[in-house]
């Protein structure tokens, strides 16, 4: 039924009775969804302000120089510990929700960050290298495992490194010799220890406690205030390698969308070997190649665009498939460089296709699990999925499918609610703002009013307003409402469209 004040010029008004509109009158549609192009311009555009407020809210929680320097002094105090472990100099950084801090951790029974807290939760992922190979050493100490392009054993080949790391070793077979080999398992429990050894030393602030858990190949520290998490690391120890893998040497006769700007820098760099087994692979022993270091440096050329849209799946996939054994944020990853190579730089840096790119991603994903095949964007012989058998993916398709149907849910509704939670952080820690004469001032809020609370009809109205408010910036809007019954008798014109 169309409402009491529905006007013959509504377009679809008009279609309904025969009159057919030119198509020059129509926004793009999404054929799955059935929502206009612009309304998933306007919800990416809401996201990227959510992305803003959840910034603040980190913020108020620690900086990132400050939690860095806190990162410093205990990587200083596991040196004096144990002088095997080098002094903090070449460590990364990085941001657990962004492009650069997604790593493929999979198969393993690491904890993502997510599940300790919540999404306005400060995480960093810690690159710790306690050894560093020069090219011609790595040649010769990593021994590839047969069928497994992307992970091997470091063998200990000097009777000097046999001994330093007498304690985290293991003998192992290959090629009819037995070898002395670094024991990834060992390693992480060795550092493990060595940073619960130094802990208590290293308390960020006062009145704040921290806890400590091996995370499958991480140590996991989370700093807590009052009730809740203040900030997440992943410290994850690794030996880092000069030059480039031999298995990886044909990614460099392909055609990348940076056009060799970054040759130089990312062979420079070199990569790192992680302590991860695959599926069916020897936890004790093997090492896996990781070339995080190489991605930080690719993601300088990515469309910002088109990266946008990866924060906006990276958060969905993170929320709805929470600790999911098939389906990760490094899936996503692959697909946003393997898209660089493929697709016009014009078609991803463009906002008139953020639609098409965004709904792209996602059928990407699909693709890849219907056909269990997701390649390695470095080695793309191995399958990221071969792990896994259809029962485990058929229900991921299926979550990905509600995606696909309904962005508005997953995409605004729930971001829009955690907004909500998050407001009165930034209250109780005003932020700094400019004032007129240039200086620094906190910014003031309005005390809250106490208010009863809502009804979930009464909270469902107030989601779907607050949505069509923020995807129809400059737009007239009229709504009528039914005080009897808001849940259902509504109806909203935004300029000449009914809804």
Same mark, same amino acid.
């Given at each position: 039924?169309?409402?009491?004040?529905?006007?013959?010029?509504?377009?679809?008004?008009?279609?309904?009775?025969?009159?057919?509109?030119?198509?020059?009158?129509?926004?793009?549609?999404?054929?799955?969804?059935?929502?206009?192009?612009?309304?998933?311009?306007?919800?990416?555009?809401?996201?990227?302000?959510?992305?803003?407020?959840?910034?603040?809210?980190?913020?108020?929680?620690?900086?990132?120089?400050?939690?860095?320097?806190?990162?410093?002094?205990?990587?200083?105090?596991?040196?004096?510990?144990?002088?095997?472990?080098?002094?903090?100099?070449?460590?990364?950084?990085?941001?657990?929700?962004?492009?650069?801090?997604?790593?493929?951790?999979?198969?393993?029974?690491?904890?993502?960050?997510?599940?300790?807290?919540?999404?306005?939760?400060?995480?960093?992922?810690?690159?710790?290298?306690?050894?560093?190979?020069?090219?011609?050493?790595?040649?010769?100490?990593?021994?590839?495992?047969?069928?497994?392009?992307?992970?091997?054993?470091?063998?200990?080949?000097?009777?000097?490194?046999?001994?330093?790391?007498?304690?985290?070793?293991?003998?192992?077979?290959?090629?009819?010799?037995?070898?002395?080999?670094?024991?990834?398992?060992?390693?992480? *429990? /060795?550092?493990?220890?060595?940073?619960? +050894?130094?802990?208590?030393? #290293?308390?960020?602030? @006062?009145?704040?406690? &921290?806890?400590?858990?091996?995370?499958?190949?991480?140590?996991?520290?989370?700093?807590?205030?009052?009730?809740?998490?203040?900030?997440?690391?992943?410290?994850?120890?690794?030996?880092?390698?000069?030059?480039?893998?031999?298995?990886?040497?044909?990614?460099?006769?392909?055609?990348?969308?940076?056009?060799?700007?970054?040759?130089?820098?990312?062979?420079?760099?070199?990569?790192?070997?992680?302590?991860?087994?695959?599926?069916?692979?020897?936890?004790?022993? *093997? /090492?896996?190649?990781?070339?995080?270091? +190489?991605?930080?440096?690719? #993601?300088?050329?990515? @469309?910002?665009?088109? &990266?946008?849209?990866?924060?906006?799946?990276?958060?969905?996939?993170?929320?709805?498939?929470?600790?999911?054994?098939?389906?990760?944020?490094?899936?996503?990853?692959?697909?946003?460089?393997?898209?660089?190579?493929?697709?016009?730089?014009?078609?991803?840096?463009?906002?008139?296709?953020?639609?098409?790119?965004?709904?792209?991603?996602?059928?990407?994903?699909?693709?890849?699990?219907?056909?269990?095949?997701?390649?390695?964007?470095?080695?793309?012989?191995?399958?990221?999925?071969?792990?896994?058998?259809?029962?485990?993916?058929?229900?991921?398709?299926?979550?990905?499918?509600?995606?696909?149907?309904?962005?508005?849910?997953?995409?605004?509704?729930?971001?829009?609610?955690?907004?909500?939670?998050?407001?009165?952080?930034?209250?109780?820690?005003?932020?700094?703002?400019?004032?007129?004469?240039?200086?620094?001032?906190?910014?003031?809020?309005?005390?809250?009013?106490?208010?009863?609370?809502?009804?979930?009809?009464?909270?469902?109205?107030?989601?779907?307003?607050?949505?069509?408010?923020?995807?129809?910036?400059?737009?007239?809007?009229?709504?009528?409402?039914?005080?009897?019954?808001?849940?259902?008798?509504?109806?909203?014109?935004?300029?000449?469209?009914?809804?």
């Amino acid at each position: 039924h169309k409402p009491p004040y529905c006007e013959p010029q509504d377009a679809r008004f008009r279609l309904r009775t025969g009159a057919m509109a030119s198509s020059e009158e129509w926004e793009p549609l999404d054929f799955r969804s059935g929502i206009e192009h612009e309304e998933i311009r306007n919800l990416v555009a809401y996201f990227k302000r959510y992305q803003h407020h959840m910034a603040k809210v980190c913020r108020t929680k620690g900086g990132q120089e400050a939690t860095r320097e806190f990162m410093e002094n205990l990587l200083r105090l596991v040196h004096k510990y144990d002088r095997r472990f080098p002094l903090p100099k070449d460590f990364l950084f990085l941001r657990d929700n962004t492009f650069e801090g997604v790593l493929d951790m999979q198969p393993s029974p690491f904890r993502p960050h997510y599940l300790h807290g919540k999404e306005s939760t400060p995480a960093y992922v810690v690159i710790i290298p306690i050894m560093e190979l020069n090219a011609e050493d790595a040649f010769d100490m990593f021994d590839y495992m047969i069928g497994r392009p992307m992970h091997g054993g470091i063998r200990l080949l000097d009777g000097v490194d046999q001994y330093k790391w007498r304690d985290c070793q293991v003998e192992h077979e290959s090629g009819g010799n037995t070898y002395i080999y670094l024991s990834s398992e060992k390693v992480c *429990e /060795w550092f493990f220890k060595a940073v619960s +050894a130094v802990a208590n030393e #290293a308390t960020p602030m @006062p009145g704040h406690s &921290m806890t400590l858990e091996l995370n499958g190949p991480a140590v996991t520290i989370c700093v807590e205030g009052g009730d809740s998490c203040d900030v997440v690391y992943n410290m994850i120890p690794t030996v880092r390698c000069k030059g480039w893998p031999t298995a990886a040497q044909a990614w460099w006769s392909r055609d990348h969308y940076w056009d060799s700007k970054a040759n130089a820098e990312v062979e420079s760099n070199g990569y790192h070997l992680l302590p991860m087994c695959c599926a069916d692979g020897n936890p004790e022993l *093997e /090492w896996r190649l990781s070339f995080c270091q +190489a991605e930080l440096e690719l #993601a300088k050329f990515i @469309p910002p665009v088109f &990266m946008h849209n990866f924060n906006v799946l990276h958060s969905v996939i993170r929320k709805e498939l929470a600790g999911s054994a098939v389906v990760s944020p490094y899936q996503l990853k692959t697909i946003v460089l393997w898209a660089c190579d493929r697709l016009r730089p014009e078609f991803l840096r463009d906002e008139t296709f953020i639609p098409l790119s965004l709904f792209g991603m996602v059928d990407d994903i699909m693709h890849c699990l219907i056909n269990k095949s997701c390649a390695n964007y470095f080695l793309p012989q191995y399958n990221m999925f071969l792990h896994c058998s259809e029962e485990m993916m058929f229900p991921v398709a299926r979550k990905l499918s509600l995606i696909r149907t309904d962005p508005v849910k997953y995409i605004y509704l729930r971001t829009a609610a955690e907004w909500r939670e998050t407001a009165g952080l930034l209250e109780e820690h005003p932020q700094t703002e400019q004032n007129g004469d240039g200086k620094d001032s906190p910014s003031r809020s309005r005390p809250k009013a106490d208010k009863p609370p809502l009804s979930d009809k009464e909270s469902r109205f107030r989601d779907w307003t607050s949505h069509i408010v923020d995807v129809n910036h400059g737009k007239s809007i009229s709504v009528f409402i039914d005080p009897n019954d808001i849940g259902t008798a509504r109806a909203f014109r935004i300029d000449d469209k009914f809804y």
